[in-house]
């Protein structure tokens, strides 16, 4: 190094330079206050850094993509929403639908526009995928704690299927429900889904917990 220059500072290799995460946020707050305004589907690169005040080349530079943006930008969310999934008793009385499940369908009532445009026909398959895996891993953990399908890879493998099946059905009934016009309550949600869980609805149980 010539005398006089400043020493240049490093960030150790585990660490993002802060500049990148300021500008990683603001793109995720660009594409989240964009989806809350219309279909993700029309949303598009140009859009986002227009809102986030940058370039698109900036935008390229930390996304490959809009759906990897959006992806990321829902990631907090979905996290929030396996978590409420994850305080549902899979074991709850039959007849008597669980307050964390009622809590569970308040919180996407809650952020229902976000959930409309994410998993609407304008939507975006990858968050779906992405919501889908974490309820069926927040589910297969819970089943996994009170099965009885003894041990081995094929109880892991039924156990695996049993969870994405139950997993498939909630976001199956939030993507309707969230679309509807004057549906059911949180709570009338919620004691139908569990009545279905549980066999004690008129259309009687389709999963058969234990």
């Given at each position: 190094?010539?005398?006089?220059?400043?020493?240049?500072?490093?960030?150790?290799?585990?660490?993002?330079?802060?500049?990148?995460?300021r500008t990683r946020a603001l793109l995720r707050e660009a594409a989240l206050a964009i989806a809350a305004e219309r279909d993700v589907e029309s949303m598009t690169i140009?859009?986002?850094?227009?809102?986030?005040t940058v370039n698109r080349a900036t935008v390229y530079q930390h996304y490959r993509d809009r759906d990897a943006l959006l992806l990321d930008a829902m990631e907090e969310e979905v996290g929030r929403l396996a978590r409420a999934a994850a305080r549902c008793p899979l074991t709850h009385p039959a007849q008597c639908t669980p307050g964390e499940l009622a809590e569970l369908f308040r919180h996407v009532e809650t952020n229902a526009t976000l959930y409309r445009r994410m998993l609407g026909p304008g939507g975006s398959a990858r968050f779906v995928n992405r919501l889908r895996e974490l309820l069926a891993e927040e589910v297969a953990a819970q089943l996994g704690a009170v099965g009885d399908d003894g041990d081995g890879s094929g109880a892991t493998a039924l156990l695996e299927?049993?969870?994405?099946?139950?997993?498939?059905?909630?976001?199956?009934?939030?993507?309707?429900?969230?679309?509807?016009?004057?549906?059911?309550?949180?709570?009338?949600?919620?004691?139908?889904?569990?009545?279905?869980?549980?066999?004690?609805?008129p259309g009687r149980g389709a999963a058969d917990l234990p």
């Open positions: 190094m010539l005398a006089g220059m400043p020493k240049q500072r490093t960030l150790p290799a585990d660490r993002v330079d802060p500049r990148v995460l140009a859009d986002i850094a227009e809102r986030a299927l049993r969870a994405h099946y139950l997993a498939g059905a909630f976001v199956g009934v939030f993507t309707r429900w969230v679309t509807m016009t004057g549906g059911p309550t949180a709570e009338q949600a919620a004691e139908e889904v569990w009545g279905l869980l549980r066999g004690t609805s």
